[in-house]
């Protein structure tokens, strides 16, 4: 498959290259982490990285806006992103040819090419792996390391979850060789607004300690708007309360408008069959999924206990 996408990027003069919408330091390193190998690789080429613009991660890089007349004669790749519905800018059929590079199950395997290597950490990666199969035709700068290095960082949780492996380990060091500032970088990926900082501390005195070690918490909209904090920012909380002795498995609830988020995490218990339940999805561990009612709420709360009492 590798073989296959590599001729694919040779065969194209343009490639535009997308990732998941709410966008982290993964979906943003492996895009634009990729996009910089080829334009590095393959200087005649033109090389676009698009999607909606996330202001906390900027300091990645810039998102590219492109006309539509750009796509005609156009490979487009997706990176880290398992479904068609999450794919961030809509364009991305209109390119000549179509390839995924995820790491997450391949519920949905769209495009004409589908790379999926659930064994990874993160799309960034594979997407090291990818340059090191082609190292001798490939070329990696320092800010291809920077952003690669950055969405691994991202999705192992700086290399805490089971997801890392010791390929992720080997890999990794291949980007440190490069004098990026890494401590700038973790500064970034880590340094957390005043509004965020305070809200964290409602919900760490908040959540609810439920039996089998399930927990909960529920952030309704007025509570985020006094605390000046947005939706979308709050689910980069989900983690605060996860160093609770005897957690085991905890939904974040949050009201967005009409619908409630639910943010799914776990250090065990397998919850994204959960939030299939529900329309969502994700990883066995860290899932999310998007209801309607305090109804649908507390049944989920309901089930998520059930599911932490059958896991000893
Ligand atoms: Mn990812």
Same mark, same amino acid.
């Given at each position: 498959?590798?073989? %296959?996408?590599?001729?694919?990027? /040779?065969?194209?003069?343009?490639?535009?290259?997308?990732?998941?919408?709410?966008?982290?330091?993964?979906?943003?390193?492996? =895009?634009?982490?990729?996009?910089?190998?080829?334009?590095?690789?393959?200087?005649? /080429?033109?090389?676009?990285?698009?999607?909606?613009?996330?202001?906390?991660?900027?300091?990645?890089?810039?998102?590219?806006?492109?006309?539509?007349?750009?796509?005609?004669?156009?490979?487009?790749?997706?990176?880290?992103?398992?479904?068609?519905?999450?794919?961030?800018?809509?364009?991305?059929?209109?390119?000549?040819?179509?390839?995924?590079?995820?790491?997450?199950?391949?519920?949905?395997?769209?495009?004409?090419?589908?790379?999926?290597?659930?064994?990874?950490?993160?799309?960034?990666?594979?997407?090291?792996?990818?340059?090191?199969?082609?190292?001798?035709?490939?070329? *990696?700068?320092?800010?291809?390391?920077?952003?690669?290095?950055?969405?691994?960082?991202?999705?192992?949780?700086?290399?805490?979850?089971?997801?890392?492996?010791?390929?992720?380990?080997?890999?990794?060091?291949?980007?440190?060789?490069?004098?990026?500032?890494?401590?700038?970088?973790?500064?970034?990926?880590?340094?957390?607004? *005043?509004?965020?900082?305070?809200?964290?501390?409602?919900?760490?005195?908040?959540?609810?300690?439920?039996?089998?070690?399930? %927990?909960?918490?529920?952030?309704?909209?007025?509570?985020?708007?006094?605390?000046?904090?947005?939706?979308?920012?709050?689910?980069?909380?989900?983690?605060?309360?996860?160093?609770?002795?005897?957690?085991?498995?905890?939904?974040?609830?949050? =009201?967005?408008?009409?619908?409630?988020?639910?943010?799914?995490?776990?250090?065990?218990?397998?919850?994204?069959?959960? %939030?299939?339940?529900?329309?969502?999805?994700?990883?066995?561990?860290?899932?999310?999924?998007?209801?309607?009612?305090?109804?649908?709420?507390?049944?989920? /709360?309901?089930?998520?206990? %059930?599911?932490?009492?059958?896991?000893?």
């Amino acid at each position: 498959m590798k073989e %296959a996408i590599l001729a694919a990027i /040779k065969a194209y003069d343009t490639i535009i290259l997308h990732r998941h919408v709410r966008p982290d330091p993964d979906a943003y390193g492996s =895009q634009m982490g990729l996009a910089t190998i080829i334009q590095a690789s393959f200087p005649e /080429k033109q090389v676009f990285s698009v999607g909606n613009d996330e202001a906390s991660l900027r300091f990645l890089g810039k998102v590219d806006e492109i006309a539509d007349e750009l796509y005609q004669d156009a490979l487009v790749i997706v990176c880290d992103t398992a479904n068609t519905a999450r794919i961030s800018d809509r364009r991305y059929t209109a390119g000549k040819m179509l390839i995924k590079i995820d790491h997450h199950p391949n519920d949905e395997p769209y495009g004409d090419l589908v790379w999926v290597d659930t064994s990874a950490s993160s799309c960034s990666e594979m997407i090291v792996s990818f340059y090191e199969t082609f190292q001798e035709e490939l070329t *990696l700068h320092e800010e291809a390391a920077r952003l690669l290095y950055a969405g691994i960082v991202g999705d192992t949780g700086r290399f805490m979850y089971p997801s890392t492996t010791s390929e992720t380990f080997r890999l990794t060091a291949k980007l440190v060789h490069f004098p990026f500032d890494r401590p700038a970088l973790y500064r970034h990926l880590y340094e957390q607004s *005043l509004p965020m900082t305070r809200l964290a501390g409602y919900i760490l005195e908040h959540f609810q300690m439920e039996e089998g070690g399930a %927990a909960t918490v529920f952030l309704p909209e007025e509570l985020l708007t006094r605390f000046e904090v947005d939706p979308r920012e709050a689910s980069g909380l989900v983690n605060v309360i996860d160093s609770a002795v005897g957690l085991k498995a905890w939904i974040m609830f949050i =009201q967005e408008g009409d619908v409630i988020r639910a943010r799914l995490r776990s250090k065990g218990p397998v919850i994204n069959e959960l %939030a299939k339940e529900y329309g969502g999805g994700g990883h066995p561990l860290a899932s999310g999924a998007t209801i309607h009612t305090l109804e649908e709420m507390a049944e989920m /709360k309901r089930k998520l206990i %059930a599911i932490c009492l059958e896991t000893v």
